[in-house]
């Protein structure tokens, strides 16, 4: 494992180490992770399926709160809910 001490800059800027850039280039896009008390950088390239279906869940869910937080939520039973579910 590889250590190595950077710091944040005012505008939340963080320099990554040269000795730790090997196999990123600039403009690669790159996942952050936030884990409790850890921050987990990722390729994006290097994603698996599931975290990128994970990741697209979340977007989702979120995009839902912030409609039913407007009051733009929509009402059904529990099986028209599943059905719905299911076509996404």
Do not use: Y
Not at 14 to 35: A, H, L, Y
Not at 46 to 65: G, P, Q, S, V, Y
């Amino acid at each position: 494992m590889d250590i190595a001490i950077t710091k944040m800059s005012s505008k939340g800027q963080v320099v990554i180490p040269v000795e730790m850039r090997k196999g990123f280039c600039e403009g690669d896009k790159i996942v952050v992770i936030q884990n409790k008390k850890q921050l987990i950088l990722k390729k994006a390239t290097h994603l698996d399926e599931n975290l990128k279906e994970d990741l697209e869940f979340a977007r989702r869910t979120e995009e839902a709160m912030k409609r039913i937080e407007a009051g733009e939520g929509i009402k059904m039973d529990f099986d028209d809910f599943v059905d719905k579910i299911k076509k996404w």
